[in-house]
């Protein structure tokens, strides 16, 4: 049984709704207050968790630490650069199969998944790669 939200669940899960991308609690925080839909920022970290738990609210972790929260549209894959942070959304989900079996064999209702890749970009393995080059000259 599925409790009804809050009106600052709702005000959040609206915004990540119009917005066509992932936000931090922060940013969702300041985007609300531009919005004259001033909350606390605790209240923004507790409603985030309820949406989360309840399937409706995505969250994806970046190297540095900070979380980026989106609606539940779909899967989210990246190619994210160690160096510059630069991070590349993957179109195709490699593990939709994966996750389908998953659901079958451990009778587990999945949200959604998260993948994510951690390396250098083109520019900075070829900006490492001069380095080296460099340094054995």
């Known amino acids: ?3 009804q939200r809050t009106r600052s669940q709702e005000r959040i899960l609206n915004l ?6 992932s936000l ?6 300041v985007e609300l207050r531009n919005r004259d839909q001033n909350m606390g ?3 923004v970290y507790r409603s985030l968790d309820a949406l989360k738990l309840d399937g409706m609210v995505q969250v994806r972790t970046l190297a540095t630490g900070e979380s980026l929260y989106s609606s539940v549209l779909r899967d989210q ?3 994210t650069c ?3 942070r ?3 959304p993957i179109e195709k989900c490699p593990v939709h199969q994966l996750e389908t079996e998953l659901q079958d064999t451990h009778q587990f209702k999945i949200y959604y998944h998260t993948l994510e890749f951690f390396g250098l970009c083109d520019r900075c393995a070829a900006a490492e790669a001069e380095e080296k080059d460099t340094a054995k000259a």
Not at 16 to 21: A, C, D, E, I
Not at 24 to 29: L, N, P, R, V
């Open 1 to 3: 049984m599925k409790l």
């Open 16 to 21: 990540l709704k119009t917005v066509n991308r």
């Open 24 to 29: 931090s609690a922060q940013d969702i925080y």
């Open 41 to 43: 920022l605790a209240t």
């Open 77 to 79: 894959h990246h190619l």
């Open 82 to 84: 160690l160096n510059c």
């Open 86 to 88: 630069q991070s590349i």
